[in-house]
């Protein structure tokens, strides 16, 4: 066996190496610009009361959880499970943005639909959801435009921001949340949160 | 029942690998003709299954059976019938098993057309096939079983991705996988001549065919693709560098390189340890391009759901697999001799150089595509290689390769005249150069680019010419058209592939340098102009279609006086994942297409209107069909037939005898 012919094994060999080592790192946990900075202050139109408005400085003091949801998103049925259970359990307080409840369902055309008639059928939408599968949230507001939403650099439902006691985000769960990624990095970190605060 | 069935289809097929993977193996070493002919029946059956298992799949999409996960999450009752079809291989599961049937295709291929081959070699070679296939279908049966079922079953699907909603979606990927697996073929062929030890200009002759069908199907699965992408994703770029596409795009490069590589093993028996090599390489880069999409090592807009189970199964699939080839090479290579001596100057040299150059550019891809990787995994920051690198690297390794490409014709085998080949050529090439600073000098932006591009187009285009006079004039006597008849079908491969690629150049090169573009707020009735073109908008309506709701603008395009085109392109929202697409509108013509896309509606009436004017862009496109087509002609050269039939003829005279 002349030495040289091994070369492209041993060359293989050093690829499969850093390919293994590779499949232990995560290239898609691209670090969100948003973390550990001041959550987006909004103030929406509460789902429950539409009269009346939540802005996010009421939950200082607290580590809580928002989580963008809509009625159309099939993946938040997935989760909202867990998220009743969470409730059950007094886990952590969330706070749902109804995000584009009306606007971005495919099967509705809001095209020439005036606001005021958008905002009377998301809220008529969600909170049928919300009496169909159960309502885990402390309480949730609508994002009828996904003004909010784009502050806070959403773009898929769900995703859930992780918020400290001074109001800044610290951790966001892209797509569902599982019971893993529940236990395993969420509650750790809002452990983590409670005791520093 | 019926995913059950498909289910179970695919482990018939799985055993059924098993035994083509063992059993002609041990006919080979010890030569029993009973055993060795195992392999041929064992393949055919293995590819029923694999049809029935995928029939079974594309069944459970047309009926919308949602208690079938892979249904569930990629197609709905409301998507197109083709696209329900198509939704199976938009998937990482479903995509596997289309790879696995292509290689149960090839396999079927070789059985059917192998009948002059010695029984051992095809023996062997089936084998090789049949360990390749049960590592892919275990792979499917253990970490991504595509008929998993939900229960209970969902009540609506989750819909195909609309980016794969597309025509371009029902041939791109299965053009593709027929090149990727094709090379497996190749790499058999090479395996098998690693194992017997036996490794001639017979062997070559072989290979050639199966490795030119692969090429020219990757060939024509990347060229639609890029297209694909030209018109879908509605920024009229046509290759963007992305992990994905560089997977598919290194086994091109290595298996051309190893076309021609097979060519000189055939003609002169040189080359033989560099062309195994070759062969081997370039099906690894093919597995390795499946490890890159599916694993999620590396990110892409292609990449599928990715789990690490996953990742680790092939890369584990890729350890055996190339792993074991080439320790195999490092032992056996070294005793397969050199062939015929060549000079400095020679052809074979002048493949020899393009073959390094391509391995050399091969391999820069695969830094470029890793380097992100390499650099995470020793913590030093995460990092996307982009165009630039590619294209710094791209230029100074792929401009020899296309001038020794149009100059490695003219020369002898073994041994020739470098003065004399040089005075052959040296008109064409000043002429080249003259051309191209001359064409510059007649257009806008001249960058260097420019310059080198078209004097390199100018020189593949001139050479062309001048080869095929050469060729005429060689044969006198005769008249012209019995003297154009006695050019073989692989000369004329050889010459519309190389004239291809300097229409390619055309393309690339003046897309590059003349693309002009427009960003326009409009509304009903206003103009823009781009390019000496008028664009009037004629406002949006409604165009729903059965499971997206869109607005289709309608655009009219003139040159002065002249109505050019009607123009439509559209927004369109998908309603099951409410994920909004552009459809690009272009009108095509052969020295320019005009591109407009629809962007964003911002206050009522108003549209974003992307306008682009790209000057022959579908050169790219012409020429990588006259590069495919120079494929076709080669495969179709009489003397394969010719002496496909005498050796059978003389090998049943043999066992007559």
Not at chain 1, 44 to 63: H, K, N, W, Y
Request: with cysteine; hydrophobic share 50%.
């Amino acid at each position: 066996m002349k030495a040289k012919f091994l070369v492209p094994l041993l060359l293989f060999f050093g690829l499969a190496g850093f390919l293994a080592f590779g499949l232990t790192l995560n290239p898609r946990e691209v670090p969100s610009p948003l973390i550990d900075k001041p959550a987006p202050n909004f103030k929406l139109a509460r789902i429950d009361d539409p009269a009346s408005t939540f802005a996010l400085e009421e939950m200082r003091g607290q580590v809580w959880l928002l989580n963008v949801w809509a009625s159309w998103c099939v993946a938040c049925r997935q989760e909202h499970p867990l998220l009743v259970r969470m409730a059950r359990q007094k886990l952590v307080p969330v706070v749902g943005l109804n995000y584009k409840e009306v606007r971005g369902d495919g099967a509705l055309n809001v095209r020439g639909m005036a606001l005021e008639a958008e905002t009377a059928l998301a809220v008529e939408r969600a909170r049928g959801w919300l009496s169909d599968h159960g309502d885990p949230y402390v309480l949730s507001v609508l994002d009828v435009d996904g003004r909010v939403g784009i502050d806070f650099g959403v773009y898929g439902v769900p995703e859930t921001f992780l918020i400290d006691a001074e109001g800044r985000i610290r951790y966001k769960h892209i797509g569902p949340i599982t019971p893993d990624s529940l236990q395993q990095v969420i509650m750790p970190k809002v452990e983590e949160l409670r005791r520093a605060g | 029942m019926i995913p059950e069935l498909g289910h179970f289809s695919l482990v018939l097929a799985l055993v059924l690998a098993l035994v083509q993977a063992v059993v002609p193996m041990v006919g080979a070493s010890r030569n029993r003709f009973a055993l060795m002919a195992v392999g041929r029946p064992a393949a055919q059956g293995q590819f029923f299954f694999i049809l029935v298992s995928y029939v079974c799949l594309t069944w459970a999409f047309i009926q919308s059976d949602f208690s079938v996960q892979l249904a569930a999450s990629n197609s709905h009752s409301a998507t197109p019938l083709m696209y329900k079809i198509t939704g199976v291989w938009g998937n990482h599961e479903g995509s596997l098993l289309l790879w696995a049937m292509s290689l149960s295709l090839w396999t079927v291929a070789v059985t059917v057309f192998s009948s002059h081959l010695p029984e051992a070699f095809v023996a062997r070679v089936l084998g090789v096939l049949g360990w390749v296939s049960v590592g892919f279908l275990s792979f499917l049966l253990v970490t991504s079983n595509p008929f998993d079922r939900i229960l209970p079953g969902a009540g609506e699907g989750r819909d195909l991705n609309p980016l794969l909603q597309d025509p371009g979606m029902i041939i791109h990927p299965p053009l593709l996988y027929m090149g990727y697996v094709g090379f497996s073929v190749a790499f058999a062929f090479a395996i098998a001549a690693l194992l017997s030890g036996r490794m001639d200009a017979a062997w070559a002759r072989w290979s050639r065919p199966w490795t030119t069908v692969a090429w020219v199907f990757l060939t024509a699965g990347i060229a639609v693709g890029s297209g694909w992408a030209y018109y879908e994703l509605g920024w009229g770029g046509w290759w963007f560098w992305d992990p994905v596409e560089n997977a598919s795009f290194m086994p091109w490069l290595l298996g051309t390189a190893l076309m021609h590589s097979l060519a000189v093993t055939e003609k002169r028996g040189a080359f033989r340890s560099w062309t195994v090599l070759l062969a081997i390489s370039a099906f690894s880069l093919s597995l390795l391009g499946t490890f890159i999409v599916r694993s999620g090592v590396i990110t892409s807009v292609h990449a599928f759901a990715t789990d690490p189970k996953r990742g680790l199964f092939i890369l584990a699939l890729l350890v055996i697999v190339i792993g074991v080839s080439l320790l195999l090479y490092a032992w056996r290579a070294p005793r397969l001799g050199g062939g015929g001596s060549f000079s400095f100057v020679s052809r074979e040299t002048a493949l020899l150089g393009n073959n390094v150059l391509l391995s050399v550019a091969s391999a820069s891809v695969l830094l470029g595509t890793t380097y992100p990787l390499f650099l995470d995994a020793l913590g030093m920051g995460k990092i996307s290689v982009g165009p630039p690198y590619f294209e710094a690297v791209f230029i100074p390794l792929m401009t020899p390769v296309v001038v020794l490409m149009m100059f490695g014709p003219f020369l002898r085998w073994k041994d020739d005249d470098l003065v004399a080949a040089v005075r052959k050529v040296a008109p064409t090439f000043i002429a080249s150069a003259v051309i191209g600073l001359g064409t510059a000098y007649a257009v806008d932006h001249v960058t260097w680019r420019t310059v080198l591009g078209l004097a390199l187009a100018a020189w593949v285009v001139l050479a062309s010419v001048q080869l095929l006079a050469v060729r005429i004039t060689d044969r006198a006597g005769a008249g012209l058209g019995a003297r154009l008849r006695s050019i073989t079908a692989s000369w004329w491969g050889m010459w519309l592939a190389h004239l291809g690629v300097g229409v390619f150049i055309i393309g690339v090169t003046l897309v590059g340098s003349l693309n002009t573009n427009l960003d326009v707020k409009m509304r009903d009735g206003q103009r823009a102009e781009l390019a000496g073109y008028s664009f009037t908008f004629r406002g949006v309506q409604d165009a729903d279609g059965p499971n997206y709701d869109a607005a289709r603008a309608t655009i009219d395009v003139r040159r002065g006086e002249l109505a050019i085109a009607t123009l439509t392109p559209e927004k369109r929202l998908y309603r099951a994942q409410g994920m909004p697409m552009t459809e690009a509108s272009i009108d095509i013509g052969p020295f320019r297409d005009v591109y407009v896309s629809l962007g964003e509606e911002i206050e009522d009436g108003t549209w974003i209107v992307s306008i682009y004017y790209k000057p022959f862009i579908s050169w790219i496109w012409l020429g990588c069909t006259l590069m495919a087509l120079g494929g076709v002609f080669a495969v179709a050269d009489r003397r394969y037939r010719r002496l496909a039939v005498r050796e059978t003829t003389l090998s049943t005279q043999q066992r007559t005898a």
